[in-house]
């Protein structure tokens, strides 16, 4: 540990809101349609040991649909997560371990937040025994805001952008006191630093993915008079017209290979009809066995080789506890590049999927950030593909979202549809950041992210927060 005062920061203010964001058209997750979500919003002071303060901002998605599938009603499990996220609050407040957010983030995620995540679940069973225990997946989202406001205070108080400081002398550690390498390789991480494994310096512009969601209408036949008239498309066509769209990515069920596979037909077609220039097929974690896969992309590729070509990459068609579910994936990532999703909430979990066969990663922000960076680490120096996943990411929450892409080179752009379901939502952020919120060209701009942190440029945000739930 440095004995740099100006460098080693202790936690020491947390405040906590909570959004409520409502959707204009319906987002189908699995097997659940969500029409609403509460966006968890915390702000992290820091200190060095001088004395010296500022503070971050971190924001998620509390999308429960996603990282708690469960036949439990939505708003209990909503009401839950927001307890367990106040209760986080005050655990990070009093956090006192010093070093560098990575390091600080890491520490927390080991020492604090297991227990705090098996004391909330027990509390609940004492109340009623068999209540179903909230996952380790949600106790991460809930997690994340605080992380990712955290790294935003250190770069605040260094006056740096936080990929800046992925580096010595600001880490104390190097990688290789996280990170262990795959068995019967000779891969090492002594002496390198997250830095390293970045692009630098990073893309002002990426290409920008669209989702077709199950619900999502794909022609003017399936209008039914109910649709928004708010101004934004509703038809894919349109959507794809609008904002030059040449990456689509296509919502399948799992658990119905016949209408999986026409839906790729028929998205397929509307694309190649459009100049879109790739699609990749997410099948939501609902099949297990890898011949369900398998056999849509051999029909694919027989019956339609160009829309075959177009599939750049498969993700997550398992399910989620990858160590329960250990199948043997190499027949799909044989065929296309296979990327875990949900299944890969850290570095172990990447590093045992590699051992079953997948072939590439798509890291979440809202995993914590100090979980995507060590993520993204391992994976590259395995010779893993990255790719950035989005929840569906509003106002604050999209900014580190669009910068982990951005610094990581993925295989190509980013996921980004905050645009689709919400996009009055981020209006104020977006009157300082329109290229960010706004798809032209079939891609988005980063450029006006400047300044230390995150680059958020919260003084020129106009955004009007509720009472904190939390504030300490």
């Known amino acids: 540990m440095s004995n740099n005062l100006d460098l080693n920061v202790k936690v020491n203010g947390v405040r906590l809101y909570f959004l409520p964001v409502t959707m204009r058209v319906p987002l189908k997750f699995g097997p659940e349609i969500t029409t609403e979500v ?90 009623e025994p068999e209540q179903e225990s909230m996952p ?73 993915w669209h989702l077709v969601g199950g619900k999502d209408l794909l022609s003017e036949a399936e209008l039914t008079g109910a649709e928004p008239d708010d101004g934004y498309p509703v038809l894919l066509p349109d959507w794809i017209k609008r904002d030059g769209l040449t990456c689509l990515k296509v919502k399948l069920r799992g658990n119905d290979l016949e209408w999986d596979y026409q839906r790729l037909i028929e998205v397929g077609e509307i694309a190649l009809n459009m100049a879109v220039v790739w699609l990749t097929a997410d099948f939501n974690c609902t099949v297990e066995d890898p011949a369900y896969v398998t056999e849509i992309l051999d029909r694919l590729r027989d ?34 590049p296979l990327f875990m999703d949900e299944s890969a909430h850290d570095w172990q979990l990447v590093r045992l999927g590699r051992s079953l066969g997948w072939t590439g990663v798509a890291l979440k922000t809202c995993k914590t ?50 645009s689709q379901f919400y996009p009055e939502a981020s209006i104020p952020e977006a009157s300082v950041h329109p290229g960010l919120y706004r798809r032209r060209e079939g891609s988005i701009s980063l450029a006006s992210l400047t300044g230390p942190g995150f680059g958020y440029r919260l003084d020129e945000i106009n955004r009007q927060l509720p009472a904190a739930s939390f504030e300490g």
Not at 159 to 188: C, F, H, Q, W
Not at 373 to 388: D, E, P, Q, Y
Request: with cysteine.
């Open 38 to 127: 509460t966006c968890a919003r915390a702000a992290v002071r820091v200190a060095n040991g001088e004395g010296k303060t500022a503070w971050g901002w971190g924001e998620t998605p509390l999308m429960a649909q996603w990282f708690w599938v469960s036949s439990m009603a939505f708003a209990e499990r909503l009401k839950s997560v927001k307890e367990f996220t106040v209760s986080l609050a005050r655990a990070w407040q009093d956090f006192n371990v010093s070093g560098h957010p990575l390091e600080i983030g890491h520490a927390f995620q080991r020492d604090v937040l297991p227990a705090l995540l098996e004391a909330y679940n027990e509390k609940r069973r004492e109340k």
């Open 136 to 208: 380790w997946l949600a106790a991460l989202v809930c997690c994340s805001a605080f992380d990712i406001a955290l790294h935003d205070a250190y770069g605040n108080l260094h006056s740096l952008p936080v990929y800046d400081t992925y580096r010595e002398p600001y880490m104390n550690r190097d990688l290789s006191t996280y990170l262990t390498a795959a068995e019967g390789t000779k891969i090492g991480f002594h002496g390198f630093f997250p830095n390293d494994f970045l692009v630098k310096p990073p893309p002002s512009r990426i290409p920008a």
């Open 303 to 336: 019956e339609q080789p160009r829309m075959y070509q177009m599939i750049l990459y498969v993700e997550q068609p398992f399910p989620y506890d990858l160590e329960r579910h250990q199948i043997d994936v190499h027949s799909v990532s044989a065929r296309k």
């Open 369 to 418: 950030q100090t979980g995507a960076i060590l993520s993204l680490c391992w994976a590259k120096a395995h010779g893993m593909t990255l790719m950035v996943q989005d929840l569906t990411n509003p106002m604050l929450a999209m900014i580190p979202h669009a910068l982990l892409a951005a610094y990581a080179g993925t295989i190509m752009g980013v996921e980004t549809n905050g």
